[in-house]
Nanobody, 126 residues
């Protein structure tokens, strides 16, 4: 398996920012599609943002203009910069790794991802 280690979650007030980090083991991550998903209790896990092996990115409509994916190839780390956070962004956030060549229209589908991290909690409240 490809261990994925997430960090950076926490509590923040509405309008605040957080940066999540995801580090796959070794150099395996550089050959895979990487993504962030989130889930709240009782709901389906939903795609937030993804970057393919060709550096093509896609974002869910509900985060466009607020969240940004940042890749650091030197550190083999994927970041999710989250700005203008709102209470509805409260969720467990998961990093995921999938195969190369996932079509763009499928990048936010959880079924395309084989490996998952343990998750990091993000809570937005006043």
């Amino acid at each position: 398996q490809v261990p994925l280690v997430e960090s950076g979650g926490g509590s923040v007030q509405p309008g605040g920012s957080l940066r999540l980090s995801c580090t796959p083991s070794g150099t395996t991550g550089s050959t895979r599609t990487m993504a962030w998903f989130r889930q709240v209790p009782g709901k389906e896990r939903e795609g937030v943002a993804a970057v393919g092996t060709d550096d093509m990115t896609t974002y869910a409509d509900f985060v466009k203009g607020r969240f940004t994916l940042i890749t650091d190839n030197d550190k083999d780390t994927l970041y999710l910069q989250m700005n203008s956070l709102q209470p509805e962004d409260t969720a467990m956030y998961y990093c995921a790794a999938g195969r190369q060549g996932i079509p763009r229209w499928r990048l936010l589908m959880k079924v395309e991802y084989d490996y998952w991290g343990q998750g990091t909690q993000v809570t937005v409240s006043s």
